[in-house]
Protein backbone atom coordinates (compact mmCIF):
# COMPACT_ATOMS: atom_id res chain seq x y z
CA UNK A 1 0.00 0.00 0.00
CA UNK A 2 1.47 3.76 -0.57
CA UNK A 3 2.35 5.75 2.36
CA UNK A 4 0.04 8.26 0.71
CA UNK A 5 -2.63 5.77 0.71
CA UNK A 6 -1.83 4.32 4.31
CA UNK A 7 -1.79 7.67 6.14
CA UNK A 8 -5.36 8.96 4.24
CA UNK A 9 -6.82 5.11 5.25
CA UNK A 10 -5.31 5.72 9.38
CA UNK A 11 -6.90 9.27 9.24
CA UNK A 12 -9.98 8.15 8.42
CA UNK A 13 -10.05 5.25 10.75
CA UNK A 14 -8.71 8.16 13.30
CA UNK A 15 -11.56 10.19 12.59
CA UNK A 16 -14.51 7.03 12.88
CA UNK A 17 -13.14 6.28 16.04
CA UNK A 18 -13.89 9.53 16.88
CA UNK A 19 -17.07 9.55 15.78
CA UNK A 20 -17.95 6.34 17.47
CA UNK A 21 -17.27 7.92 20.71
CA UNK A 22 -19.44 11.26 20.24
CA UNK A 23 -22.29 9.66 22.32
CA UNK A 24 -25.32 11.57 24.47
CA UNK A 25 -23.73 9.90 27.28
CA UNK A 26 -20.28 10.83 26.68
CA UNK A 27 -21.63 14.42 27.09
CA UNK A 28 -22.53 14.91 23.08
CA UNK A 29 -25.22 17.03 22.94
CA UNK A 30 -28.63 15.86 21.26
CA UNK A 31 -28.41 18.10 17.93
CA UNK A 32 -24.98 16.73 17.46
CA UNK A 33 -26.12 13.13 17.90
CA UNK A 34 -29.38 13.09 16.34
CA UNK A 35 -26.97 14.77 12.50
CA UNK A 36 -25.16 12.06 12.55
CA UNK A 37 -25.78 9.83 9.70
CA UNK A 38 -24.71 12.17 7.04
CA UNK A 39 -21.21 11.97 8.46
CA UNK A 40 -21.19 8.25 8.99
CA UNK A 41 -21.83 8.37 5.50
CA UNK A 42 -19.27 10.14 4.32
CA UNK A 43 -16.48 8.44 6.35
CA UNK A 44 -18.21 5.39 4.98
CA UNK A 45 -17.60 7.22 1.32
CA UNK A 46 -14.11 8.46 2.10
CA UNK A 47 -12.88 5.11 3.71
CA UNK A 48 -14.22 3.12 0.22
CA UNK A 49 -12.25 5.46 -2.30
CA UNK A 50 -8.93 4.99 -0.08
CA UNK A 51 -8.70 1.92 -1.26
CA UNK A 52 -7.56 -0.44 -3.31
CA UNK A 53 -9.14 -4.26 -4.50
CA UNK A 54 -5.96 -5.79 -2.28
CA UNK A 55 -6.58 -4.29 0.74
CA UNK A 56 -10.48 -4.90 0.65
CA UNK A 57 -9.58 -8.86 -0.05
CA UNK A 58 -7.33 -8.84 3.23
CA UNK A 59 -9.23 -6.84 5.27
CA UNK A 60 -10.52 -9.10 8.27
CA UNK A 61 -13.98 -9.19 9.61
CA UNK A 62 -15.30 -8.75 13.14
CA UNK A 63 -17.85 -8.99 15.18
CA UNK A 64 -19.71 -6.21 17.69
CA UNK A 65 -22.21 -7.11 20.02
CA UNK A 66 -25.07 -4.27 21.61
CA UNK A 67 -26.29 -5.73 24.10
CA UNK A 68 -30.09 -5.48 24.83
CA UNK A 69 -32.58 -4.94 28.08
CA UNK A 70 -35.15 -7.93 28.47
CA UNK A 71 -36.26 -10.46 25.70
CA UNK A 72 -39.57 -8.56 24.32
CA UNK A 73 -39.32 -7.05 20.92
CA UNK A 74 -38.37 -3.09 20.71
CA UNK A 75 -39.31 -0.25 17.73
CA UNK A 76 -35.86 0.32 16.99
CA UNK A 77 -36.11 -3.38 15.33
CA UNK A 78 -37.74 -2.51 12.35
CA UNK A 79 -34.61 -0.07 11.43
CA UNK A 80 -31.94 -2.26 12.24
CA UNK A 81 -31.24 -4.17 8.96
CA UNK A 82 -31.42 -0.72 6.99
CA UNK A 83 -29.13 0.20 9.62
CA UNK A 84 -26.96 -2.75 8.65
CA UNK A 85 -27.26 -2.20 4.82
CA UNK A 86 -26.17 1.24 5.25
CA UNK A 87 -23.00 0.47 6.68
CA UNK A 88 -22.43 -2.59 4.21
CA UNK A 89 -22.67 -5.48 7.59
CA UNK A 90 -24.37 -8.08 8.63
CA UNK A 91 -26.47 -8.09 11.15
CA UNK A 92 -28.22 -10.63 13.48
CA UNK A 93 -29.80 -11.38 17.24
CA UNK A 94 -28.38 -13.67 19.14
CA UNK A 95 -30.00 -15.53 21.83
CA UNK A 96 -27.93 -17.34 24.46
CA UNK A 97 -26.96 -17.89 28.06
CA UNK A 98 -25.52 -14.03 27.59
CA UNK A 99 -28.50 -12.08 27.15
CA UNK A 100 -29.93 -11.01 23.92
CA UNK A 101 -27.76 -8.62 21.85
CA UNK A 102 -27.55 -7.81 18.33
CA UNK A 103 -24.10 -8.45 16.42
CA UNK A 104 -22.90 -6.85 13.16
CA UNK A 105 -20.76 -8.14 11.39
CA UNK A 106 -18.18 -6.78 8.72
CA UNK A 107 -15.43 -4.59 8.50
CA UNK A 108 -14.09 -3.07 11.76
CA UNK A 109 -14.80 0.60 10.35
CA UNK A 110 -18.10 -0.65 9.68
CA UNK A 111 -19.24 -2.40 12.81
CA UNK A 112 -18.17 1.01 14.76
CA UNK A 113 -20.44 3.08 12.50
CA UNK A 114 -23.14 0.91 12.77
CA UNK A 115 -22.66 0.26 16.29
CA UNK A 116 -22.71 4.39 16.69
CA UNK A 117 -25.38 4.75 14.41
CA UNK A 118 -27.62 2.11 16.01
CA UNK A 119 -27.22 4.39 19.57
CA UNK A 120 -27.66 7.63 18.13
CA UNK A 121 -31.47 6.28 16.06
CA UNK A 122 -32.40 4.95 19.44
CA UNK A 123 -31.62 7.93 21.36
CA UNK A 124 -33.73 9.67 18.84
CA UNK A 125 -36.94 7.80 18.82
CA UNK A 126 -36.59 7.62 23.16
CA UNK A 127 -36.42 11.72 22.65
CA UNK A 128 -39.28 11.89 19.86
CA UNK A 129 -41.16 10.00 21.75
CA UNK A 130 -40.87 11.79 25.13
CA UNK A 131 -41.83 15.26 22.95
CA UNK A 132 -44.94 12.84 21.78
CA UNK A 133 -46.80 11.69 25.29
CA UNK A 134 -45.90 15.07 26.32
CA UNK A 135 -48.26 16.36 24.11
CA UNK A 136 -51.18 13.83 24.47
CA UNK A 137 -51.74 14.04 28.50
CA UNK A 138 -55.18 12.71 28.78
CA UNK A 139 -53.74 8.85 26.93
CA UNK A 140 -53.79 6.46 29.63
CA UNK A 141 -52.89 3.14 30.48
CA UNK A 142 -53.57 0.44 27.09
CA UNK A 143 -54.43 3.73 24.64
CA UNK A 144 -51.03 5.25 25.63
CA UNK A 145 -48.93 1.93 25.13
CA UNK A 146 -50.59 1.25 21.57
CA UNK A 147 -50.14 4.71 20.97
CA UNK A 148 -46.42 4.46 21.79
CA UNK A 149 -45.74 1.50 20.20
CA UNK A 150 -47.47 2.51 16.79
CA UNK A 151 -45.59 5.99 17.12
CA UNK A 152 -42.11 4.62 17.42
CA UNK A 153 -42.59 1.42 14.77
CA UNK A 154 -43.66 4.11 12.36
CA UNK A 155 -40.44 6.08 13.42
CA UNK A 156 -38.25 3.69 12.29
CA UNK A 157 -39.96 2.97 9.31
CA UNK A 158 -39.11 6.36 8.00
CA UNK A 159 -35.83 6.31 9.13
CA UNK A 160 -35.21 3.03 7.48
CA UNK A 161 -36.67 4.12 4.31
CA UNK A 162 -34.12 7.33 4.70
CA UNK A 163 -30.85 5.05 5.22
CA UNK A 164 -31.84 2.92 2.63
CA UNK A 165 -31.75 5.78 -0.11
CA UNK A 166 -28.89 7.38 1.51
CA UNK A 167 -27.05 3.80 1.08
CA UNK A 168 -27.91 3.84 -2.13
CA UNK A 169 -26.67 7.39 -3.22
CA UNK A 170 -23.32 6.62 -1.69
CA UNK A 171 -22.63 3.18 -3.31
CA UNK A 172 -23.56 5.51 -6.86
CA UNK A 173 -21.56 8.32 -5.77
CA UNK A 174 -18.41 5.79 -4.78
CA UNK A 175 -19.19 4.31 -8.33
CA UNK A 176 -19.24 7.49 -10.21
CA UNK A 177 -16.12 9.01 -8.39
CA UNK A 178 -14.07 6.52 -9.38
CA UNK A 179 -13.55 4.46 -12.28
CA UNK A 180 -13.45 1.28 -10.50
CA UNK A 181 -16.14 2.09 -7.57
CA UNK A 182 -18.72 -0.30 -8.95
CA UNK A 183 -16.03 -3.52 -9.03
CA UNK A 184 -14.61 -2.18 -5.42
CA UNK A 185 -18.04 -2.04 -4.05
CA UNK A 186 -18.94 -5.69 -5.26
CA UNK A 187 -15.41 -6.91 -3.92
CA UNK A 188 -16.47 -5.79 -0.51
CA UNK A 189 -19.82 -7.48 -0.55
CA UNK A 190 -18.32 -10.31 -1.66
CA UNK A 191 -15.54 -10.40 1.17
CA UNK A 192 -17.82 -9.74 3.72
CA UNK A 193 -20.36 -13.03 2.17
CA UNK A 194 -17.15 -15.08 2.38
CA UNK A 195 -16.23 -14.45 5.59
CA UNK A 196 -19.67 -14.59 7.14
CA UNK A 197 -19.82 -17.75 4.96
CA UNK A 198 -16.91 -19.16 7.23
CA UNK A 199 -18.60 -18.15 10.89
CA UNK A 200 -21.30 -21.18 10.41
CA UNK A 201 -23.53 -18.43 11.34
CA UNK A 202 -27.51 -19.07 10.12
CA UNK A 203 -29.42 -15.82 9.74
CA UNK A 204 -32.99 -16.51 9.79
CA UNK A 205 -35.55 -13.59 8.96
CA UNK A 206 -37.66 -12.10 11.84
CA UNK A 207 -40.67 -11.92 9.52
CA UNK A 208 -42.63 -8.91 9.00
CA UNK A 209 -44.67 -7.80 11.90
CA UNK A 210 -48.41 -6.00 11.99
CA UNK A 211 -48.02 -2.25 11.90
CA UNK A 212 -51.32 -0.49 13.43
CA UNK A 213 -50.29 1.87 10.53
CA UNK A 214 -52.75 4.82 12.84
CA UNK A 215 -52.66 8.58 13.44
CA UNK A 216 -49.86 7.70 15.95
CA UNK A 217 -48.04 5.72 13.52
CA UNK A 218 -47.95 8.33 10.85
CA UNK A 219 -46.87 11.28 13.23
CA UNK A 220 -43.80 8.51 13.69
CA UNK A 221 -43.24 9.09 10.37
CA UNK A 222 -43.14 12.63 10.73
CA UNK A 223 -40.93 12.22 13.50
CA UNK A 224 -38.76 10.11 11.14
CA UNK A 225 -37.82 12.53 8.60
CA UNK A 226 -37.85 15.39 11.55
CA UNK A 227 -34.78 13.60 12.38
CA UNK A 228 -31.46 15.34 10.74
CA UNK A 229 -29.54 12.97 8.89
CA UNK A 230 -27.78 15.46 6.46
CA UNK A 231 -26.50 17.74 8.97
CA UNK A 232 -22.69 17.06 10.17
CA UNK A 233 -22.19 16.57 13.77
CA UNK A 234 -20.15 19.04 15.65
CA UNK A 235 -20.86 22.68 14.38
CA UNK A 236 -19.90 22.83 10.64
CA UNK A 237 -18.55 19.13 10.87
CA UNK A 238 -15.76 20.22 8.23
CA UNK A 239 -13.07 19.58 10.72
CA UNK A 240 -13.25 16.19 10.74
CA UNK A 241 -13.27 15.07 7.34
CA UNK A 242 -9.94 17.25 6.90
Avoid at 219 to 231: K, P, Y
Wanted: a positive charge; proline letters at 4%.
Amino acid sequence: MPPSQDTEIARVKARIRALADRTVSNGCTEAEAMAAAEMVGRLLERYALSMEEIDLREARCVQVEIPLPGRQRRPIDGCVPAIARFCDCKVWLARDGAGPRYVFFGFETDTSLAAYLFQVVGRAMVVELERFRATRPALRGVPLRQASTSFQQGMAARLAERLETMHAEREAGVAAQRQTGTALILVKHRVVEDAFRETGTRLVSGGRRSLRQDAAFRHGEAAGERVNLNRPVSGDGRGLLE
